[in-house]
């Protein structure tokens, strides 16, 4: 129930994870030292983690069983 995260360049971030339908279901803002993220209050399914930084955002696609 932790989705782990690691290679993050140093900075500080806003994190997202969103439905299958693009509705947000988690936000959080935190820092390069963060190690996971605690999923566990999502259902099974399909995910995206959207990570943004002041010049970059990077989506992943994720399942939880």
Do not use: H, R, W
Not at 35 to 45: F, N, P, Q
């Amino acid at each position: 129930n932790k989705l782990y995260l690691d290679g993050l360049p140093p900075g500080y971030y806003s994190i997202e994870i969103a439905d299958a339908n693009g509705n947000t279901i988690k936000k959080q803002k935190c820092s390069a030292g963060l190690k996971y993220i605690d999923i566990s209050v999502l259902s099974a399914g399909f995910y995206m983690l959207i990570i943004k930084s002041n010049n970059d955002m990077q989506t992943i696609k994720f399942i939880k069983n």
